[in-house]
């Protein structure tokens, strides 16, 4: 009998008719239980223990020998993997410790312990083009994990790099959103470029603002400091090299992790400002002693104070003021920030991928100020065949900043916080607002809150970084990769200031301003790559070739003229009057060829050489390429037999490099002649004319470092403690100054190359293993640097020069001899008293004036008695931190020391000298008086009746300090909650500039400036005040 079929029916839709589904589902189920009925996994579980003290170890690798599955143990050192059968494999490894493969067999249950590894420092180090084993090391390298960025909750590297590493100095004076922070390595080696470190982040060189980065992303951290590691980069390596490698995905595993952190931030102090009673009683005490100083003005009328009776809305009756605004508190209030990051990262047998989202919310101290940022970055790495790999990576920033007009100097919030008049309100009854200028005779324009409400910039920023590369693998000993790698960047700045505010924008009935800056940067390298091992013989060699070019384009345009504020920047059109646009657009390129070979026999003597030819467009014609090679030796003692079974002393280095390396951060036209344009009136009508604004310098060239270093590297007792020690002597040479010319040339003076400068110092760093055993560990990390400057040539003829003068004079000298930064000025010696009135007279001062030292003794005060008053930088720093775990409670902290440094407290320069025009500094109230003669203040008077200010010692303080930098408690709970499995699940509470200790009468002794640059590194003139954290946060690791 033929056996009937039922044909397969398909509906008209292209959909599985209803009467086939039971078929294929009866289909499918048979599938699954043929499946179940093979090789069944069974799952290995155990604890992974410190060998030494037996305490957990979390974060080890598990991977089944020849595959890619794998796992990491919790924080409880706990594991938990699938294996097919009894012949698998485990292999556990963890960095500074053993590997170790342990078959499987028949258990269930594998625990294991590992060994620390006696060549525990050969982790591996990244530099430039490369990464390198420590112990190989023949050059000066910083380096910090990424877990350990992670104790402070930073919204920017710089401020996870601070006080880490010996020689790195990271100045932070803000809380201001989007600030970034100040870097040094090794001293000040320039006057007037650039002193920043290149930063370098992912193999794209020179990123121009690394703090894009969420810490959280990043994997690891190298602080590149002597010419052996630096010269790689040759032209951009004089200010020393940071290498950011941020994390990717690996084979094995997929790993899921949340950080999550608020904050609460509120100001470390506050300095406090008079009280309506005290301004008053200043007030009048000014007028009061108005005949004493300006008697002939005085008898003239020319003094005339306010009375509180005519002015009713101010005080009552009875000559009470009204109000009592306490300006400080209304503009600096405490805040929140939010920080949040999600990332995903895994990869099977021959790709990996890291995918990571972030979002942070970061409130400013200021009114109105706030930080708002997106971020996300894409890593894929794919071995496509047994000899190539490829891969890229992708990372996007978002971020808009909302800033007050909080720059030094000018009618800003900060100068107003302290020169707006307490007796006045924020606003009336009615609803308008309070200004100086509602009491007669005082300067300054709008009340700080009115200026923060209403006088608005926002700063929108795209960045993105994107790179793609290939290696090729010719031989194993020798491989070629090729990196094409770009940053684009696009900055937006809109300003605001409303049509009534007085002294900033009400002659211009309001003024709006958009500008607009594009960024363009990318490059292109190929390098070959050659290990070769010849018996006790080791060759390793680098040659590459480089091609770099950044270019930007900048516009601007301002609209006054405004009929209502409600417009705004939005719709700039609708200002009646247009100021001259402004556009601009710069580039520059670099061309370079590079290399580097390392030689090391018997892994006890090494050689490295390394050298870079760069030729780069800023530079004068007859200038434009440089060569700049270095040279290092090292000799790892241990290595030698009878150091061999030396129980104490388990690790040597000696170390040794000298070599040559650049500095191009100068402007990119700087070689050439420009020409500028005026407008004049001719004939009744403005015409335009073109004029020569400079001369070029066809022999314009780099400022170059030679950079000698000598240090050692000293493990004892097992490597519990590590020690590193380095000396260095860096002269810079070929300064850049304006050097002057005759005026008959039409200009004063030209750019040219001399001067030189020299940085020696002495860096130290200690890590150490205190106690470890299996319930309690305490370790102790120790960064300790100290630096001399010394100017070694000046000009052509080493004259002293007097850089600015900025407005409060001339406050600084260069000097052969002496260091950058020397700060310069009279010398107060307090005032003068009723008894030295003979004398003061014939310097043609008064009893309650200031005294200043006749230096000269000439009988006269003026700039001969200048003289040196202080230093910008530190003699030397030291940061402490200490590390302790019991059981699963962590606590760390960090102390900072700072001494030998100090600050210039400009803001003195208007707070305390100016008074009957404005609100003044509480210091005022300690001013001289019959009663009071032993003070360094003078004599309250109206500011128009002798008011003398100049730059001394006064206003020089000792900026020494010593600061709770970061202190953290953190809690490792459960791992395992139901059947959710945690690696790690802790939760954290911290606080950062958690006490200071210093004798500064400022906000914060570690100040920074808006002028004067390196020249002037500490001065403080209206400074965003310092803040005070506090975070809670958690970490969820599957």
């Known amino acids: 009998m033929k056996k009937k079929t039922t044909p397969l029916r398909v509906a008209p839709s292209g959909v599985i008719p209803h009467s086939f589904l039971p078929q294929l589902i009866i289909f499918l189920l048979f599938s699954v239980a043929t499946l179940a009925a093979g090789p069944k996994d069974k799952t290995i579980k155990g604890k992974i223990t410190d060998s030494e003290n037996g305490s957990a170890l979390p974060g080890v690798n598990v991977i089944v020998k020849g595959t890619s599955q794998g796992t990491s143990s919790n924080s409880d050192g706990n594991y938990e993997i699938n294996v097919n059968d009894n012949s698998a494999v485990l292999v556990f490894s963890f960095v500074g410790y053993e590997k170790v493969e342990v078959p499987v067999g028949d258990r269930t249950t594998v625990d294991v312990t590992l060994k620390v590894d006696s060549k525990s420092m050969d982790e591996v180090v990244v530099i430039g083009y490369g990464t390198v084993r420590k112990s190989d090391l023949t050059g000066s390298?910083?380096?910090?994990?990424?877990?350990?960025?992670?104790?402070?909750?930073?919204?920017?590297?710089?401020?996870?790099?601070?006080?880490?590493?010996?020689?790195?100095?990271?100045?932070?004076?803000?809380?201001?959103?989007?600030?970034?922070?100040?870097?040094?390595?090794?001293?000040?080696?320039?006057?007037?470029?650039?002193?920043?470190?290149?930063?370098?982040?992912?193999?794209?060189?020179?990123?121009?603002?690394?703090?894009?980065?969420?810490?959280?992303?990043?994997?690891?951290?190298?602080?590149?400091?002597?010419?052996?590691?630096?010269?790689?980069?040759?032209?951009?390596?004089?200010?020393?090299?940071?290498?950011?490698?941020?994390?990717?995905?690996?084979?094995?595993?997929?790993?899921?992790?949340?950080?999550?952190?608020?904050?609460?931030?509120?100001?470390?102090?506050?300095?406090?400002?008079?009280?309506?009673?005290?301004?008053?009683?200043?007030?009048?005490?000014?007028?009061?002693?108005?005949?004493?100083?300006?008697?002939?003005?005085?008898?003239?009328?020319?003094?005339?104070?306010?009375?509180?009776?005519?002015?009713?809305?101010?005080?009552?009756?009875?000559?009470?003021?009204?109000?009592?605004?306490?300006?400080?508190?209304?503009?600096?209030?405490?805040?929140?920030?939010?920080?949040?990051?999600?990332?995903v990262r895994g990869g099977g047998e021959k790709s990996a991928y890291s995918i990571s989202v972030g979002y942070t919310d970061q409130g400013g101290l200021m009114r109105n100020s706030n930080l708002t940022r997106y971020s996300a970055k894409l890593t894929l790495d794919n071995d496509a065949t047994k000899w190539l790999k490829v891969g890229g990576s992708i990372f996007i920033n978002k971020a808009l900043i909302k800033e007050v007009d909080g720059g030094s100097g000018g009618l800003n919030v900060p100068r107003m916080v302290f020169e707006a008049v307490p007796i006045l309100p924020i606003k009336y009854p009615d609803g308008s607002w309070g200004r100086n200028k509602d009491w007669p005779g005082m300067e300054g324009g709008e009340n700080p809150v009115r200026i923060a409400d209403q006088r608005t910039q926002t700063n929108p920023r795209t960045e993105i970084l994107g790179s793609l590369y290939s290696n090729i693998k010719f031989t194993p000993d020798l491989s070629l990769r090729t990196n094409y790698s770009y940053e684009l960047r696009f900055d937006k700045n809109n300003f605001y200031s409303g049509r009534d505010l007085n002294a900033l924008s009400a002659d211009q009935k309001g003024s709006a301003s958009i500008s607009a800056n594009n960024e363009f940067y990318w490059q292109f390298e190929n390098y070959f790559n050659y290990n070769k091992t010849i018996g006790d013989h080791n060759i390793s060699a680098l040659l590459g070739l480089s091609w770099q070019k950044r270019s930007w384009e900048n516009f601007g345009v301002t609209a006054q003229n405004f009929i209502d504020d409600f417009w705004g920047w939005h719709n700039i059109n609708v200002g009646n009057t247009l100021v001259k646009p402004n556009s601009s657009d710069q580039e520059w390129s670099l061309n370079s060829y590079f290399g580097r070979l390392n030689y090391s026999f018997k892994d006890r003597y090494l050689l490295t050489f390394t050298g870079r030819y760069d030729g780069a467009s800023k530079f004068g014609v007859n200038n434009k390429y440089a060569f700049f090679p270095s040279a290092a030796i090292a000799w790892n003692v241990t290595n030698e037999e009878f150091l061999k079974s030396n129980a104490t002393l388990t690790n040597l280095k000696i170390r040794a490099s000298y070599g040559k390396t650049g500095n191009q951060e100068i402007g990119q036209y700087a070689s050439q002649q420009f020409l500028g344009t005026s407008d004049v009136l001719l004939g009744g009508s403005r015409q335009t004319f073109v004029w020569r604004s400079s001369f070029g310098n066809p022999d314009l060239r780099w400022e170059y470092t030679n950079q000698l270093d000598i240090?050692?590297?000293?493990?004892?007792?097992?490597?519990?403690?590590?020690?590193?020690?380095?000396?260095?002597?860096?002269?810079?040479?070929?300064?850049?100054?304006?050097?002057?010319?005759?005026?008959?040339?039409?200009?004063?003076?030209?750019?040219?190359?001399?001067?030189?400068?020299?940085?020696?110092?002495?860096?130290?760093?200690?890590?150490?293993?205190?106690?470890?055993?299996?319930?309690?560990?305490?370790?102790?990390?120790?960064?300790?640097?100290?630096?001399?400057?010394?100017?070694?040539?000046?000009g052509r003829n080493g004259d002293d020069i007097f850089p600015g003068p900025n407005f409060l004079g001339n406050t600084n000298i260069l000097r052969i001899g002496h260091a950058i930064g020397t700060l310069w000025g009279y010398r107060r010696l307090g005032t003068w008293g009723t008894a030295e009135a003979d004398e003061a007279a014939k310097y043609n001062r008064l009893p309650g004036d200031l005294k200043w030292e006749d230096i000269n003794k000439d009988g006269k005060i003026d700039g001969k008695d200048e003289t040196i008053i202080g230093r910008s930088y530190p003699k030397w720093n030291l940061n402490v931190s200490n590390t302790f775990q019991l059981g699963k409670f962590d606590l760390s902290f960090d102390i900072r020391i700072v001494m030998g440094v100090n600050t210039v407290n400009a803001t003195k320069h208007s707070v305390e000298d100016r008074q009957a025009i404005a609100s003044s500094s509480r210091s005022v109230l300690n001013a001289w008086t019959p009663e009071n003669q032993n003070t360094h203040i003078a004599q309250i008077r109206h500011y128009n009746a002798g008011y003398d200010t100049h730059m001394d010692d006064w206003w020089v303080e000792d900026g020494s300090f010593i600061r709770g930098q970061n202190i953290v408690l953190g809690y490792s709970l459960p791992t395992k909650f139901g059947k959710v499995n945690f690696q790690r699940l802790r939760i954290y509470a911290s606080a950062q500039n958690f006490f200071l200790i210093d004798n500064y009468s400022g906000y914060d002794p570690e100040a920074l400036t808006g002028f004067g640059g390196q020249l002037n590194a500490n001065m403080e003139f209206f400074q965003y005040p310092r803040p005070r954290t506090y975070n809670l946060g958690l970490n969820i690791v599957f």
Request: glycine share 10%; hydrophobic share 35%.
């Open 711 to 794: 240090g050692a590297d000293i493990g004892l007792f097992n490597n519990r403690i590590d020690l590193t020690f380095d000396y260095y002597k860096k002269v810079t040479k070929d300064l850049l100054l304006n050097a002057p010319i005759p005026w008959s040339t039409g200009l004063g003076s030209v750019t040219q190359n001399i001067g030189s400068v020299q940085n020696t110092g002495i860096e130290i760093g200690v890590n150490s293993r205190n106690i470890s055993t299996e319930k309690f560990t305490w370790s102790t990390n120790v960064a300790f640097s100290a630096n001399k400057n010394k100017i070694l040539k000046l």
């Open 141 to 343: 390298v910083g380096a910090i994990k990424g877990e350990k960025l992670l104790d402070r909750q930073a919204t920017n590297v710089a401020q996870s790099l601070q006080g880490r590493i010996p020689g790195v100095d990271v100045a932070v004076n803000s809380s201001a959103p989007g600030y970034q922070p100040r870097v040094r390595i090794r001293g000040v080696g320039s006057i007037n470029s650039s002193l920043e470190p290149l930063y370098v982040i992912d193999g794209i060189v020179g990123v121009s603002n690394p703090n894009l980065l969420n810490p959280n992303d990043i994997e690891s951290l190298e602080v590149l400091k002597d010419a052996s590691a630096t010269a790689i980069y040759g032209a951009r390596g004089a200010n020393g090299v940071i290498i950011i490698t941020t994390k990717r995905g690996k084979s094995g595993t997929t790993q899921i992790s949340y950080d999550v952190w608020g904050s609460y931030i509120t100001p470390a102090s506050r300095l406090g400002t008079l009280s309506a009673d005290e301004f008053m009683q200043v007030y009048n005490t000014a007028y009061d002693n108005a005949a004493k100083f300006d008697e002939q003005g005085f008898k003239d009328g020319k003094y005339v104070r306010n009375l509180p009776a005519n002015f009713p809305n101010l005080f009552d009756a009875n000559g009470k003021p009204k109000y009592n605004t306490d300006w400080e508190k209304e503009i600096y209030k405490p805040t929140w920030a939010q920080n949040h990051e999600l990332a």
